[in-house]
């Protein structure tokens, strides 16, 4: 099935020139008819831009989609439970984490603690190390 430049414009919401540019960046694919007017096949300008926004459901119908469709039948009380579930993974997690940083912490105040006493003990002369 082939499409115009104006049916292109119309069914996807874009303008004359970007189709233009389209053919000319080699985007779109296409050829001109008998009459010199470029036709184009459906498939290329779906691969070019995607569905048709005239195909897609504006924004009030997908609200209304959403308010039609059926709830799903879970009960309250299990999307309760799954959330208490999942809180206490991730609390656990956390107190985790926190035990890992409190330990690397400790480790990086040791090591400094030692490198500050390598650096007083390299700025003692030779009596200073002999008599300390």
Not at 33 to 44: I, L, S, T
Not at 70 to 87: E, G, H, L, Y
Not at 117 to 125: A, I, L, M, N, P
Request: hydrophobic share 30%; aromatic share 6%.
């Amino acid at each position: 099935m082939s499409i115009t430049i104006s049916e292109i414009c119309k069914q996807w919401g874009c303008s004359r020139t970007t189709v233009m540019k389209g053919i000319a960046h080699e985007k779109l694919i296409g050829e001109k008819d008998k009459d010199g007017k470029w036709v184009f096949e459906v498939d290329n300008v779906i691969r070019w831009r995607g569905n048709p926004k005239s195909s897609q459901p504006s924004a009030e119908e997908q609200v209304q989609q959403a308010v039609e469709r059926p709830a799903p039948d879970t009960s309250q009380d299990a999307v309760i439970k799954a959330k208490d579930d999942m809180i206490a993974l991730l609390q656990s997690q956390l107190d985790k984490k926190d035990e890992q940083l409190k330990t690397a912490q400790d480790t990086l105040q040791t090591k400094l603690l030692e490198d500050q006493r390598r650096d007083e003990e390299s700025q003692k002369g030779f009596f200073g190390k002999l008599f300390s």
